[in-house]
């Protein structure tokens, strides 16, 4: 398939060339437009799917951070029942100390774990207070992404209804693209391509417009425009890289 594609190309004029090229050329613009018309609707609704995701995640944090403070929290009282019977044990050894000592051991011990039982509830307050912080910012969030949502449901209907409007001429207009690609040679065509997308108007192929590039609107040389005229090869401009073609083979009438 690929020999015979060869020979095709091989068949084919740089007229012919040429002439498939410009006709490629006004076809992807033509696609442009439509996509022009879309304006920034695709984007936003990228944007918009990203910010969404972006805060569903955010809340699943703030969700799994609220779990955590919980354990901490059970963890905290779980240590003050712990330090509640120690010092009921020592509480109750207190009355069989045998001299000071003892009893001065055992003491510290409680006022120990009365400090334990007081820093625990100091940890499971701050938990308790991160903890509300945490739901009024999961509420703000799901505000917020409950707003997006609204948001990105509008412009996918916006988007739907102008891609339903445009998608027939866009793929009437991509088919005949393709069906053009076999009458321009591999080389002419991937050079094409790359020019195209380099360029911000998307012109990869212009014809001469008052002895200048219809790309960059630099001067042609009298010599060059005659080249392009003959059409015997493929003449790019020498200062943007666009190729070039004349007026007349473009379906325009010259000044």
Do not use: W
């Not at 006022?111 to 912080?133: F, G, P």
């Not at 449901?153 to 891609?163: C, G, M, Q, S, T």
Request: overall charge negative.
């Amino acid at each position: 398939m690929a020999t015979s594609k060869t020979k095709n190309e091989q068949n084919l004029s740089v007229e012919e060339r040429l002439n498939a090229l410009y006709q490629l050329q006004t076809t992807l613009s033509e696609i442009d437009r439509i996509k022009t018309i879309r304006g920034e609707l695709p984007l936003e609704v990228k944007d918009l799917e990203d910010s969404i995701e972006g805060l569903k995640t955010r809340i699943a944090k703030y969700e799994s951070d609220v779990e955590e403070l919980r354990r901490a929290t059970v963890a905290e009282n779980e240590k003050i029942n712990e330090c509640k019977a120690k010092m009921e044990r020592y509480q109750s050894q207190l009355d069989d100390v045998h001299n000071n000592r003892e009893y001065d051991l055992l003491s510290k011990e409680i006022e120990y774990q009365s400090l334990e039982i007081e820093l625990c509830n100091k940890h499971i307050n701050e938990n308790n207070r991160a903890i509300d912080n945490k739901h009024a910012a999961i509420e703000e969030t799901k505000e917020r992404l409950t707003d997006r949502m609204h948001i990105l449901e509008e412009k996918r209907a916006e988007l739907d209804e102008i891609v339903s409007e445009t998608r027939q001429d866009e793929e009437r207009l991509r088919e005949k693209a393709k069906s053009l690609e076999p009458s321009i040679d591999a080389r002419t065509l991937a050079a094409f391509k790359r020019i195209r997308k380099n360029a911000r108007n998307g012109l990869g192929v212009v014809y001469v417009q008052r002895n200048a590039c219809g790309g960059c609107f630099n001067r042609i040389p009298a010599q060059k425009q005659m080249e392009i005229r003959m059409r015997k090869k493929i003449v790019v401009c020498e200062y943007c890289g666009r190729i070039m073609v004349d007026a007349e083979l473009a379906g325009v009438a010259e000044d």
